[in-house]
């Protein structure tokens, strides 16, 4: 089946403008998340919804970053007033969080934010 | 959430066992460990968990004393498609509703011909 994907797999702005990162989670999967990877680095926690609403949001690095997942689907990730060091590999996972054992989450291939 | 500790790089040949380690001194009670995998330029992919003593599943074995303050990922014969970072997470993921996974900087295995 589908997997999980994001859109756009790059996305180069410049700094100051305004970005839209979208992901969709795998179907069915309640759970999703977002993340962000810097080379070298292991992805970083940002926000976490469970349906709707945002469970945890304690990553987001400040009120630039915003995140939605209004139909409990689709999430859009949104980065206002963009930064040389927004710049970094956003990762989107989805997971069913409907018990058993374990809580694997399913990653998607990341968009590539470039601020210029 | 307890702070993981790993080698940041190992390499192997092919059809070795390769076995990575990772300490997690504080690891709390209901704290699972599950380990990652993840390919250049592709999100990071499920391998395997466990809570204690060992698990097994078709692509890798997990070793956990009984104190839990450490683990290991075994992957036998490995091959050169095992290239990748390998990841050791600490979290309570059945259980807490905060599913919120710390990854570190990881392990880089090469594997050589």
């Known amino acids: 089946g589908a997997g999980v994907s994001q859109t756009p797999s790059n996305k180069v702005t410049e700094k100051g403008k305004y970005v839209e990162l979208r992901c969709d989670p795998i179907?069915?999967?309640?759970?999703l998340y977002w993340y962000r990877q810097s080379l070298g680095q292991g992805p970083e926690f940002l926000i976490y919804?469970?349906?709707?609403?945002?469970?945890?949001d304690s990553g987001l690095p400040n009120d630039r970053f915003f995140a939605v997942r209004p139909e409990g689907s689709v999430s859009t990730l949104k980065i206002q007033r963009t930064e040389r060091g927004d710049s970094a590999v956003y990762l989107c996972?989805?997971?069913?969080?409907?018990?058993?054992?374990?809580?694997?989450?399913?990653f998607g291939p990341g968009t590539r934010l470039t601020v210029l | 959430l307890a702070k993981t500790t790993q080698p940041i790089s190992m390499d192997s040949y092919e059809g070795q066992e390769v076995n990575i380690t990772c300490s997690h001194n504080?690891?709390?009670?209901?704290?699972?460990i599950t380990w990652y995998q993840q390919f250049p330029s592709q999100g990071p992919r499920f391998i395997i968990q466990?809570?204690?003593t060992k698990v097994t599943n078709e692509v890798a074995s997990l070793f956990i004393p009984a104190d839990r303050k450490s683990s290991t990922l075994s992957l036998p014969r490995v091959s050169l498609s095992d290239t990748a970072v390998y990841y050791c997470?600490?979290?309570?993921?059945?259980?807490?509703?905060?599913?919120?996974?710390?990854f570190g900087t990881g392990t880089r295995l090469k594997v050589l011909a």
């Open positions: 996972a989805s997971s069913s969080a409907e018990g058993g054992t374990y809580n694997e989450q399913f």
């Open positions: 179907s069915g999967h309640t759970a």
């Open positions: 919804f469970q349906g709707t609403g945002a469970a945890d």
């Open positions: 504080n690891i709390a009670t209901n704290d699972y």
């Open positions: 466990g809570y204690k």
């Open positions: 997470l600490v979290g309570d993921p059945p259980t807490s509703g905060t599913y919120k996974y710390i």
